[in-house]
């Protein structure tokens, strides 16, 4: 761990006190309370901070609670016997109460004058690369990303301190990122889709020069690792506004850096079509989660990616290549190039796979193939998206109707209804006997 060298007058914070914000303790969960406590009762600085202070005073409720301390990792782990420490690039402390994770962070300072490398470093042209380097809580608050995000409770006093005038920012809808936005975007690429993510959910504005540097920037993504770049993702588009995360992400260029395949695919848009399949896949995943409903990563990756596996299924048809193994090639080569820009774990692509190559079941109406795809543990989710595919016209609506009727009605509905795909006995072509060969007469 290190501490920087050169110190730097920052502005006084504005202190709001308990009666003057909305935030109670009875809206902060139990074990971020006790995590509170507890190092303020061993002589250490303790804040909510970030989001968790955020989304309380705009009266939402926070998805998790992140706390800030002048206790370094280590005196942090001896205070909690329920915690462990984790990262490299930038070490902090799970603090784990049952399903409850409290993550509990040190105080960090600006990289100059730290020159222990293993604390600090920068890459050549400016990404942070490790960023332990311990410092001041008015440090904390200025090297944070956005200013509404570098708000803290102090659990003292119950106040909340405003270093960087996030309370305006806040009150006028604007996402404001702290020091140069060049700079910041430099050192973490990360942040240009933290900036659309906070915009989309909260509804605010990318204030106007934090938004101008990231159409040139964008690029920059193709840095981060793929793996560190899912997770992002999962961010963007699980969290309850897909659809407006999309359309931001593509209005700033952030989309193709992501999802090129899909992004060139959405260049050859006819009548609306792939971008309407996306719009309804994006939806559908909303309203699932604003209905508390689980939604899974493959699901919405297989409709992101369906438009470049549809057209390369196509080229290879045309080349002679039969349907099926055409359809398992198509997916196996955009999978492959999918994964070098977002890194996509089996347990999602395996299913996403699935979920395409069964397509072409559902035109097969015969009993046992019915049986089978029914049995079939991706049969739900290859339904829901043969139906997404029937609504925007790429896969035929009667035959979404019918799978649908089939799994509402009983025993002996389904029995009808697959007898009535199956031709009657008066127009079965008979198989033809082979005829009996007479005897050659010079026999």
């Not at 971020?32 to 009762?41: I, S, T």
């Not at 470049?308 to 196996?332: K, N, T, Y």
């Amino acid at each position: 761990m290190s501490t920087p060298h050169t110190t730097q007058a920052y502005p006084e914070p504005t202190i709001i006190p308990r009666a003057e914000h909305g935030i109670s303790r009875a809206q902060i969960s139990p074990g971020a309370l006790k995590v509170l406590y507890r190092l303020k009762d061993a002589g250490f600085a303790a804040y909510l901070v970030g989001g968790g202070v955020r989304d309380l005073l705009l009266g939402r409720e926070p998805k998790d609670f992140d706390i800030a301390t002048n206790a370094h990792p280590d005196e942090v782990r001896a205070l909690f016997r329920n915690s462990r420490l984790i990262g490299r690039r930038f070490r902090l402390a799970h603090v784990r109460f049952g399903r409850d994770v409290i993550e509990v962070a040190t105080f960090r300072a600006p990289h100059d004058g730290a020159d222990d490398v293993d604390c600090a470093e920068l890459s050549d042209d400016g990404r942070i690369l490790r960023d332990n380097v311990y410092g001041t809580f008015e440090q904390d608050a200025w090297r944070r990303d956005f200013t509404i995000n570098a708000l803290y409770y102090d659990i003292r006093n119950f106040s909340v301190v405003d270093h960087t005038n996030a309370m305006a920012d806040i009150k006028a809808g604007l996402l404001r990122l702290i020091g140069d936005p060049q700079v910041r975007y430099r050192e973490d690429p990360v942040r240009m889709l933290r900036a659309v993510r906070f915009a989309a959910k909260l509804g605010f504005r990318i204030e106007t020069s934090s938004e101008a540097p990231i159409l040139e920037m964008s690029s920059l993504l193709s840095d981060i690792a793929p793996a560190r770049l899912f997770d992002e993702v999962l961010k963007l588009l699980h969290g309850g506004v897909a659809l407006e995360t999309f359309e931001l992400l593509r209005h700033y260029g952030l989309f193709r850096p992501l999802f090129p395949l899909t992004e060139e695919a959405l260049t050859h848009e006819e009548q609306g079509y792939p971008l309407t399949f996306i719009a309804r896949a994006l939806e559908n995943t909303d309203r699932r989660i604003a209905e508390n409903k689980p939604v899974t990563p493959a699901f919405l990756f297989a409709a992101l990616l369906w438009e470049p596996v549809r057209r390369r299924l196509a080229e290879l048809i045309s080349d002679g290549i039969p349907e099926i193994p055409a359809l398992q090639m198509a997916a196996a080569e955009v999978t492959s190039e999918q994964v070098r820009h977002i890194a996509i774990p089996k347990r999602f692509s395996l299913p996403m796979r699935e979920i395409w190559t069964l397509q072409p079941r559902f035109a097969q109406r015969q009993p046992k193939r019915v049986a089978r795809l029914l049995a079939h543990p991706r049969f739900r989710a290859a339904y829901d998206f043969y139906c997404l595919r029937a609504e925007v016209g790429e896969a035929d609506p009667e035959l979404a109707t019918w799978w649908t009727q089939l799994q509402e009605t009983d025993a002996s509905g389904q029995q009808a209804l697959l007898q009535q795909t199956q031709p009657s006995p008066s127009t079965r072509k008979r198989r033809r006997r082979p005829r009996k060969r007479k005897p050659s007469s010079d026999a």
